[in-house]
Protein backbone atom coordinates (compact mmCIF):
# COMPACT_ATOMS: atom_id res chain seq x y z
CA UNK A 1 0.00 0.00 0.00
CA UNK A 2 1.36 3.48 -1.01
CA UNK A 3 1.59 6.07 1.63
CA UNK A 4 -1.40 8.14 2.29
CA UNK A 5 -1.29 11.92 0.28
CA UNK A 6 -2.21 15.35 2.16
CA UNK A 7 -2.58 18.58 0.45
CA UNK A 8 -0.77 21.44 1.81
CA UNK A 9 -0.05 25.43 1.31
CA UNK A 10 3.54 25.27 2.45
CA UNK A 11 7.02 22.97 3.18
CA UNK A 12 7.73 25.18 5.95
CA UNK A 13 9.62 22.49 8.55
CA UNK A 14 10.83 24.16 11.64
CA UNK A 15 14.34 22.74 13.56
CA UNK A 16 15.60 19.51 12.60
CA UNK A 17 12.83 18.97 9.93
CA UNK A 18 9.82 18.69 11.96
CA UNK A 19 6.57 19.69 10.62
CA UNK A 20 3.58 19.61 11.95
CA UNK A 21 0.29 18.57 9.76
CA UNK A 22 -2.97 20.41 11.43
CA UNK A 23 -6.57 21.46 10.31
CA UNK A 24 -8.67 19.19 8.46
CA UNK A 25 -5.74 17.36 6.52
CA UNK A 26 -4.64 16.92 10.13
CA UNK A 27 -7.33 15.64 11.82
CA UNK A 28 -8.32 13.35 8.65
CA UNK A 29 -4.68 12.32 9.19
CA UNK A 30 -4.83 11.63 13.33
CA UNK A 31 -8.49 10.87 13.35
CA UNK A 32 -9.67 8.80 10.53
CA UNK A 33 -6.73 7.46 9.21
CA UNK A 34 -5.38 6.89 12.43
CA UNK A 35 -1.57 7.31 11.27
CA UNK A 36 0.75 6.40 14.42
CA UNK A 37 4.78 6.98 14.48
CA UNK A 38 6.51 5.19 12.05
CA UNK A 39 4.04 5.64 9.36
CA UNK A 40 5.03 6.90 6.07
CA UNK A 41 3.25 10.01 4.17
CA UNK A 42 3.65 12.39 1.65
CA UNK A 43 2.96 15.94 1.52
CA UNK A 44 1.76 17.69 -1.48
CA UNK A 45 0.90 20.66 -2.87
CA UNK A 46 -1.33 19.82 -5.95
CA UNK A 47 0.67 21.37 -8.42
CA UNK A 48 3.75 19.08 -8.57
CA UNK A 49 5.45 19.87 -5.49
CA UNK A 50 5.90 16.74 -2.61
CA UNK A 51 7.51 15.13 0.33
CA UNK A 52 8.28 12.36 1.91
CA UNK A 53 7.44 12.17 5.76
CA UNK A 54 7.79 9.79 8.52
CA UNK A 55 5.15 10.23 11.68
CA UNK A 56 7.18 11.22 13.95
CA UNK A 57 3.85 11.59 16.66
CA UNK A 58 0.41 13.26 17.72
CA UNK A 59 -0.78 15.72 19.41
CA UNK A 60 -5.14 15.73 20.34
CA UNK A 61 -7.23 14.98 17.46
CA UNK A 62 -5.59 16.72 14.70
CA UNK A 63 -2.24 17.44 15.03
CA UNK A 64 0.13 14.91 13.03
CA UNK A 65 3.82 15.63 13.70
CA UNK A 66 6.29 14.54 11.15
CA UNK A 67 9.89 14.46 10.03
CA UNK A 68 10.36 16.18 6.88
CA UNK A 69 13.99 16.23 5.31
CA UNK A 70 13.37 17.62 1.58
CA UNK A 71 11.07 18.83 -0.98
CA UNK A 72 10.79 17.47 -4.58
CA UNK A 73 9.01 18.11 -7.80
CA UNK A 74 7.37 16.82 -10.36
CA UNK A 75 7.41 17.86 -13.58
CA UNK A 76 4.61 17.99 -15.85
CA UNK A 77 3.35 14.95 -18.07
CA UNK A 78 3.63 14.94 -21.66
CA UNK A 79 1.88 15.40 -23.82
CA UNK A 80 -0.39 17.22 -21.58
CA UNK A 81 -4.23 15.94 -21.89
CA UNK A 82 -7.27 18.29 -21.49
CA UNK A 83 -10.75 17.05 -21.41
CA UNK A 84 -13.71 19.71 -22.21
CA UNK A 85 -16.22 18.19 -20.52
CA UNK A 86 -19.98 18.95 -21.64
CA UNK A 87 -22.38 19.20 -18.38
CA UNK A 88 -24.54 15.93 -17.26
CA UNK A 89 -27.32 15.48 -15.40
CA UNK A 90 -27.25 15.56 -11.32
CA UNK A 91 -23.84 14.13 -9.72
CA UNK A 92 -22.66 12.68 -12.94
CA UNK A 93 -20.13 15.84 -13.34
CA UNK A 94 -18.49 14.98 -10.48
CA UNK A 95 -18.14 10.85 -11.12
CA UNK A 96 -16.65 11.56 -14.61
CA UNK A 97 -14.22 14.43 -12.74
CA UNK A 98 -13.49 11.66 -10.15
CA UNK A 99 -12.52 8.63 -12.37
CA UNK A 100 -10.58 11.48 -14.96
CA UNK A 101 -8.41 12.48 -12.44
CA UNK A 102 -7.86 9.10 -11.40
CA UNK A 103 -7.16 8.37 -15.01
CA UNK A 104 -4.47 10.56 -15.16
CA UNK A 105 -6.22 13.71 -17.25
CA UNK A 106 -3.88 16.83 -16.58
CA UNK A 107 -6.97 19.03 -17.02
CA UNK A 108 -10.74 19.38 -17.29
CA UNK A 109 -12.87 21.97 -18.70
CA UNK A 110 -16.60 22.40 -18.22
CA UNK A 111 -18.20 23.15 -20.93
CA UNK A 112 -22.09 24.52 -21.31
CA UNK A 113 -22.96 22.89 -24.68
CA UNK A 114 -26.28 23.35 -26.59
CA UNK A 115 -27.31 20.25 -26.16
CA UNK A 116 -26.87 20.05 -22.59
CA UNK A 117 -30.14 19.52 -20.08
CA UNK A 118 -27.86 21.40 -16.74
CA UNK A 119 -27.15 24.69 -17.23
CA UNK A 120 -24.76 26.17 -14.87
CA UNK A 121 -25.56 29.79 -14.12
CA UNK A 122 -25.39 32.32 -10.99
CA UNK A 123 -24.39 31.07 -7.35
CA UNK A 124 -25.68 27.49 -9.31
CA UNK A 125 -22.71 27.69 -11.48
CA UNK A 126 -20.69 28.40 -8.97
CA UNK A 127 -21.39 25.74 -6.22
CA UNK A 128 -20.98 23.03 -9.12
CA UNK A 129 -17.46 24.28 -10.03
CA UNK A 130 -16.93 24.15 -6.67
CA UNK A 131 -18.00 20.79 -6.24
CA UNK A 132 -15.76 19.49 -9.58
CA UNK A 133 -13.12 21.00 -8.27
CA UNK A 134 -13.20 19.76 -4.94
CA UNK A 135 -13.54 16.35 -6.67
CA UNK A 136 -10.62 16.39 -8.47
CA UNK A 137 -8.51 17.32 -5.64
CA UNK A 138 -10.46 14.33 -3.11
CA UNK A 139 -9.45 12.12 -6.35
CA UNK A 140 -6.15 13.34 -6.82
CA UNK A 141 -5.50 12.59 -3.17
CA UNK A 142 -7.24 9.18 -3.18
CA UNK A 143 -4.98 7.87 -6.62
CA UNK A 144 -1.89 9.22 -4.93
CA UNK A 145 -1.12 11.89 -7.29
CA UNK A 146 0.69 15.03 -6.53
CA UNK A 147 -0.15 17.05 -9.34
CA UNK A 148 -4.02 17.83 -9.07
CA UNK A 149 -5.77 18.05 -12.43
CA UNK A 150 -6.53 21.85 -12.93
CA UNK A 151 -10.64 22.01 -13.16
CA UNK A 152 -11.06 25.42 -15.28
CA UNK A 153 -14.04 28.05 -15.46
CA UNK A 154 -17.15 26.74 -17.72
CA UNK A 155 -16.51 27.57 -21.42
CA UNK A 156 -18.57 28.10 -24.30
CA UNK A 157 -18.43 26.85 -27.52
CA UNK A 158 -16.88 29.35 -28.69
CA UNK A 159 -13.86 29.38 -26.34
CA UNK A 160 -13.70 25.68 -26.87
CA UNK A 161 -12.92 26.06 -30.07
CA UNK A 162 -10.02 28.25 -29.43
CA UNK A 163 -8.61 26.05 -27.09
CA UNK A 164 -9.18 23.56 -30.05
CA UNK A 165 -7.36 25.79 -32.61
CA UNK A 166 -4.10 25.77 -29.90
CA UNK A 167 -3.90 22.07 -29.34
CA UNK A 168 -1.45 19.31 -30.81
CA UNK A 169 -3.76 17.03 -31.07
CA UNK A 170 -7.58 17.87 -31.32
CA UNK A 171 -10.33 15.20 -30.91
CA UNK A 172 -13.98 15.26 -30.73
CA UNK A 173 -15.50 11.97 -29.74
CA UNK A 174 -18.87 11.42 -31.98
CA UNK A 175 -20.24 9.19 -33.66
CA UNK A 176 -19.69 9.74 -37.54
CA UNK A 177 -15.78 9.72 -36.74
CA UNK A 178 -14.21 8.28 -39.58
CA UNK A 179 -11.58 6.91 -37.83
CA UNK A 180 -11.13 4.97 -34.14
CA UNK A 181 -9.05 7.25 -31.36
CA UNK A 182 -7.12 3.69 -31.14
CA UNK A 183 -5.41 4.34 -34.15
CA UNK A 184 -4.82 8.44 -34.04
CA UNK A 185 -1.39 9.61 -34.73
CA UNK A 186 -0.32 11.35 -31.79
CA UNK A 187 2.43 13.70 -30.55
CA UNK A 188 4.42 12.77 -27.99
CA UNK A 189 4.68 15.91 -26.45
CA UNK A 190 2.47 19.34 -26.41
CA UNK A 191 -0.99 19.56 -25.77
CA UNK A 192 -4.20 16.78 -26.35
CA UNK A 193 -7.60 18.38 -26.13
CA UNK A 194 -10.42 15.68 -26.53
CA UNK A 195 -14.22 17.07 -26.36
CA UNK A 196 -16.54 14.85 -25.08
CA UNK A 197 -20.13 15.94 -25.66
CA UNK A 198 -23.04 15.66 -23.60
CA UNK A 199 -26.30 12.71 -23.45
CA UNK A 200 -28.32 13.93 -26.67
CA UNK A 201 -24.92 14.37 -28.53
CA UNK A 202 -22.60 17.08 -30.07
CA UNK A 203 -24.65 19.56 -32.56
CA UNK A 204 -24.24 19.97 -35.72
CA UNK A 205 -23.09 23.57 -35.33
CA UNK A 206 -20.79 22.91 -32.64
CA UNK A 207 -19.54 19.63 -34.56
CA UNK A 208 -18.71 22.38 -38.06
CA UNK A 209 -17.58 24.73 -35.95
CA UNK A 210 -14.75 22.34 -33.81
CA UNK A 211 -14.14 20.69 -37.13
CA UNK A 212 -12.93 24.63 -38.67
CA UNK A 213 -10.76 25.07 -35.37
CA UNK A 214 -8.98 21.95 -36.97
CA UNK A 215 -10.42 19.37 -34.23
CA UNK A 216 -11.42 15.51 -35.94
CA UNK A 217 -14.45 13.19 -35.01
CA UNK A 218 -13.52 9.94 -33.83
CA UNK A 219 -15.29 7.28 -32.39
CA UNK A 220 -14.36 4.70 -29.54
CA UNK A 221 -15.68 2.12 -30.35
CA UNK A 222 -18.76 -0.40 -30.98
CA UNK A 223 -20.60 0.84 -27.97
CA UNK A 224 -22.05 3.90 -27.07
CA UNK A 225 -20.59 5.29 -23.62
CA UNK A 226 -22.67 7.56 -21.40
CA UNK A 227 -20.89 11.17 -21.30
CA UNK A 228 -19.70 10.87 -17.39
CA UNK A 229 -17.63 7.71 -18.80
CA UNK A 230 -16.92 8.64 -22.22
CA UNK A 231 -13.90 10.87 -21.04
CA UNK A 232 -12.32 8.33 -18.68
CA UNK A 233 -12.56 5.44 -21.37
CA UNK A 234 -11.05 7.91 -24.42
CA UNK A 235 -8.50 9.53 -21.45
CA UNK A 236 -6.93 5.83 -20.91
CA UNK A 237 -6.60 5.44 -24.77
CA UNK A 238 -4.90 8.61 -24.83
CA UNK A 239 -2.28 7.94 -21.90
CA UNK A 240 -1.65 4.12 -22.98
CA UNK A 241 -1.04 4.88 -26.41
CA UNK A 242 1.66 8.33 -25.77
CA UNK A 243 3.34 5.80 -23.47
CA UNK A 244 2.27 7.65 -20.18
CA UNK A 245 1.24 4.45 -18.71
CA UNK A 246 4.20 2.15 -20.09
Known amino acids: MTAPVFVVEHFDAGGGGRYVLDGPEGRHAVSVKRLRAGEDVVLTDGAGRWADCVVLDTEGKDRLILQ ?29 VETMTETGVDAIVPWAAARCITQWKGDRGVKALGKWRATAREAGKQSRRVRFPEVAEAATTKQVAALLAGADFAAVLHESGDAPLATAELPATGEIVLVVGPEGGVAPEELALFEEAGARAYRLGRSVLRTSTAGTAAAAVLLARTGRWS
Open 68 to 96: LDSVSEEPAEEPRVTVVQALPKGDRGELA
